[in-house]
């Protein structure tokens, strides 16, 4: 991964950054809240991008490529974020915004897509995939004879919005029974303090399995909405893996233990996938920002060579 490149993960509660020269993560990162009193999500990734540029030129090095992973619907060939509820964005042409303002070759992609990269670049052997990380939200990246689907309008893979629960909770989508509405971070902290409970975060709540009997129900339905979620993806695609990311991934055998064991439980006529933690690890997303940058190098060099 050559270059030096300045890489951006964005989230619905911080947008993280990292320098990587030569595909080597520099220090120190940037790390600012999303949403600020005086600012938006957009004046966040310009903040980080802005310290990340001053990073690198105290290293000596000028930033030759940005790589973005954002939430949302996402035109990676238009480099639109077409619709990004949660940052308040729509038809928001950012990789063009980014290029106008830092002057270098720039590449944004899904998160879900950008980390999945990451994990590819890890385990270069897996090629039918299904990535899904689990954070503030739900999605996944459908990874195909190694190649990233993205549907016909850049929106495959949004697992959060498959209906898992009949006429269930209402999600942030307008849909009803979503499997985010069980099984997202933000998701089980809510219906945990619902039922009466008392948490600051679904770590929390994770932490609470086995011990309170609210926390067992939540996880519980969190664990069979991803488990519906799941057997859908493999009767769909017969995936070789699928693979758990994003920051409720961390819980571990917690998480993939119960999952497995429900998976196995639903599909009766056929073996199902291995299901595994994310390799790549919570650096997936920036790791894959930084593959994406050093993408958007080369094929701007290649347009270069091949203009006249
Ligand atoms: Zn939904």
Partial sequence: MPGVVLAVDIGGTTVKGAVFVDGVEQAPGSTVPTFTASSGALGAVLAVLSALAGTARALGHEPTAIGVGTPGLVDRGAGMVRYAANLGWTDLPLQQLLEARFGVPTLIDHDARTAARAEMAVRPALRDFVFIPIGTGVSAAVVVAGKTVTGARGQAGELGHIPTVPNGRPCSCGQFGCLEAYASAGAVLAR???????????????????HDGLADDVWSDAVDGLATGIITLTATLDPEEIVI?????????????PLRAKVGSLLRWRDPP???????????????????????????????????
């Fill in 274 to 308: 291995a299901i595994s933690a994310s390799r790549a690890g919570p650096r997936a997303g920036l790791l894959g920002a930084a593959l994406l940058g050093s993408a958007a190098r080369s094929s701007s060099r290649h347009a270069n060579q091949e203009s006249p």
């Fill in 192 to 210: 945990y303090i619902a039922g009466g409970g008392s948490a600051e975060s679904a770590a929390d709540v994770a932490g609470l399995v086995g």
């Fill in 245 to 257: 990311g994003g920051g409720l991934g961390a819980a571990g055998p917690l998480l993939l233990d």
